[in-house]
């Protein structure tokens, strides 16, 4: 049986959920991201990137092809909320999909054309989407994953649905930019282009034994992408194992007062998400990387729990024996991993009930006015420092910076 696959995006999804909460930055130029000289472009606005404005570009660069435009530092919190919304709206709706990002899904449709059809069952569940969550989004529907996601790009500048039929997908890809297909990064690009291999119809006549020569075993991956083949299945998917997030100062620091404050606001952000998901960490790392770029990371094993008076003293100690005074530190992060399902157990020795009342009263302000709006008096100078990476990876970021227009 031939297979269905559907790829589904949500537009511009950061500025999508910036605007269900205000309204008023409807059809205005919208960028998201830390604006500052060394803050890049999370996601902007269509209206944007008629200016030539695209995401991971330089915010510098950005104000100025767009000076006109609304800069939001974002809010993770409520991205994470919505993606959340959309996974359960696909998951009451079809039996097997893969969340590879926060915004991008694939649904494997195979054997549904016996039954209602992958084309009716694929703008259904585009419109249950926007109907139960208000966000705006488009698929493209082919016989892999490759094709699929291409053909959402196609779709975006349309209507928002693209089906590529049985057979017509190596002619399908043929016009496009090499750079269109999922896999190739600048560096490929730009060898591609030195070769003349500006169009995927090239690429589709080049000997697949050359580009083993030429880009290893990555070579062979490319050529079949470019003739429209990928046997990659949709795996099904699974909760997160670890949330994390980075900070990357706009000046390389030495200041110790900043950076534990930093690394306090971090550590307590993250340990409010753990609770909020009911979930526990094992284990607490810390990264840090220098002026130089030389990056560091320790970690070390605990017994699951999600308090912050449990977790901070080991993110300073973990930070402490990193830190090499010599050098200024340019970025700071903090992971936890081996994450479990379940609810704090309360220490007879070093837990008390008014602490464990603390948290459930912080936790309540928190939802119903943000996860910033509590927190350590130590922890408060991180508001006015740095910028967040863009460390996706198939996970929302946890900005901790308070939303701005």
């Not at 909320?81 to 195979?110: G, Q």
């Not at 496009?176 to 730009?190: D, F, L, N, S, W």
């Not at 900070?247 to 971090?266: N, P, Q, S, Y």
Request: glycine share 8%; aromatic share 6%.
């Amino acid at each position: 049986m031939e297979r269905t696959i559907l790829h589904l995006d949500l537009n511009t999804f950061f500025v999508s959920v910036e605007r269900l909460r205000e309204p008023k930055l409807e059809g205005r130029p919208v960028l998201i991201g830390a604006d500052s000289d060394r803050g890049v472009v999370a996601s902007c606005s269509y209206e944007a990137r008629t200016f030539g404005v695209r995401s991971a570009m330089p915010m510098k660069m950005a104000r100025q092809l767009c000076p006109e435009a609304i800069i939001l530092r974002g809010d993770s919190g409520a991205y994470l909320k919505k993606s959340d919304e959309v996974t359960e709206v696909i998951r009451a709706h079809v039996p097997l999909f893969e969340k590879s990002s926060v915004d991008e899904f694939y649904v494997d449709l195979t054997g549904t054309d016996r039954f209602f059809g992958s084309w009716r069952l694929a703008t259904e569940l585009r419109r249950r989407i926007l109907k139960d969550t208000g966000l705006p989004n488009s698929f493209g529907l082919s016989i892999n994953k490759t094709v699929s996601k291409v053909a959402t790009g196609e779709a975006k500048q349309g209507v928002g649905e693209l089906q590529v039929p049985r057979g017509t997908e190596k002619p399908f890809l043929a016009p496009m930019p090499i750079e269109r297909i999922p896999g190739v990064g600048g560096k490929t690009a730009h060898l591609l282009r030195s070769m003349g291999v500006m169009r995927i119809h090239t690429l589709q006549e080049v000997p697949i034994d050359l580009m083993q020569r030429l880009l290893g075993e990555h070579g062979p991956v490319l050529w079949r992408k470019a003739n429209g083949i990928d046997d990659s299945p949709v795996i099904a998917w699974h909760e997160r194992k670890s949330i994390s997030t980075e900070r990357t100062f706009e000046h390389d620091t030495i200041d110790m007062v900043k950076l534990h404050g930093l690394l306090t606001a971090m550590a307590e952000s993250l340990a409010f998400q753990l609770r909020k998901g009911n979930k526990l960490t094992s284990c607490v790392a810390v990264k840090v990387r220098y002026a130089d770029f030389n990056t560091h990371t320790r970690q070390q094993r605990i017994p699951h729990t999600a308090c912050d008076h449990l977790i901070l003293p080991l993110v300073h100690d973990l930070f402490r024996a990193l830190y090499d005074r010599r050098q200024r530190i340019r970025l700071i992060g903090v992971r936890f991993s081996h994450l479990v399902g379940g609810g704090h157990q309360m220490d007879a020795f070093a837990d008390t009930a008014e602490a464990m009342r603390l948290y459930q009263a912080m936790d309540k302000v928190r939802k119903r006015f943000g996860d910033r709006t509590v927190m350590r008096a130590s922890g408060m100078e991180a508001q006015s420092i740095g910028r967040m990476d863009d460390p996706f990876n198939g996970q929302a970021p946890l900005l901790l910076a308070n939303r701005r227009t």
